[in-house]
């Protein structure tokens, strides 16, 4: 079974960048620098290995607090990425969406991403997100306040949330990787992650490849997801024999010492 038939939508907290640099004694924005070009190899894996979706974390809310000159590279290299990848992602038919709050972006490269986002809002390829001033909070806050604006409500479900998303034409997301070592979420898709696989690598983003990235995927579509239930008769009469056997020592008096 193909791989990519169960792991459909990828999402990447892309951390590390800044140690990546430091451990070589370069400014942290020089990891920045090396790490967006392992952003153009991922987006080239991923379309490759035939995924619907790839949501990549570029900039969060909590990043405005980052140093000027960070702030304003991570903007650059947004510019940079789309100037320079704008071909392929015509010639490949990468459907492109930029999730988040961009107002603070300068204004040639919000008028980038509009342009690219309308040229490639009907094309069937990877549908590639960049989250940039995205907070998963935020998110799920503004899909409220949609709903609220658009008129009476007095009881919401979650399909009119789920429609209210930055992006209705994903599904939620199979797998989030983390590089850099850490073990969190970071605000990032809290609602889209709900049942999604968890994979953390100690690879910090720059060095990440797209044969880890394959390795990856190979891997975790060999566990069985469940979605909080049970699939075969199998573990369920494995639970049966465990409940059973705990119910025993319950019952058993409590031994003297
Ligand atoms: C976390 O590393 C990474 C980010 C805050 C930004 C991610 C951005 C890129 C990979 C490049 C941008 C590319 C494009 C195309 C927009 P960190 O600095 O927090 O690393 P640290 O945990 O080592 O400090």
């Known amino acids: 079974m193909e791989p990519t038939s169960k792991i459909k ?9 800044g140690r990546w640099a430091q451990g070589r004694c370069r400014p942290r924005v020089w990891g920045h620098v090396r790490g967006s070009s392992v952003v153009s190899e991922i987006v080239e894996e991923a379309d490759d290995l035939g995924l619907e979706a790839l949501t990549l974390y570029a900039f969060s809310t909590e990043n405005w607090s980052r140093p000027q ?55 069937k390829g990877l549908k590639l997100s960049f989250a940039f001033g995205y907070g998963g909070r935020s998110e799920i806050v503004d899909a409220v306040n949609q709903i609220i604006s658009k008129g009476d409500v007095e009881h919401i479900t979650e399909d009119d949330l789920r429609m209210n998303l930055y992006r209705t034409d994903v599904n939620d997301v199979d797998l989030l990787i983390r590089t850099g070592g850490d073990q969190r979420v970071s605000n990032f898709l809290l609602w889209q992650i709900a049942y999604a696989e968890l994979f953390f690598t100690r690879t910090k983003w720059p060095e990440f490849t797209k044969e880890e990235f394959r390795g990856i995927i190979y891997q ?38």
Do not use: W, Y
């Open 69 to 123: 000159l960070e702030v304003t590279t991570l903007f650059g290299l947004l510019k940079k990425f789309l100037l320079k990848e704008r071909q392929r992602i015509l010639k490949n038919k990468i459907c492109f969406k930029v999730i988040g709050d961009i107002s603070s972006l300068p204004l040639a490269t919000k008028n980038l991403i509009e342009k690219l986002e309308l040229e490639t809002k009907d094309f």
């Open 9 to 17: 939508h990828v999402a990447i907290i892309m951390d590390g960048n």
């Open 220 to 257: 975790v579509a060999g566990r069985e997801r469940r979605f909080g239930n049970i699939d075969s008769v199998e573990s369920f009469e494995v639970s049966k024999v465990l409940a059973q056997e705990n119910l025993m020592k319950i019952n058993q008096p409590l031994q003297a010492h």
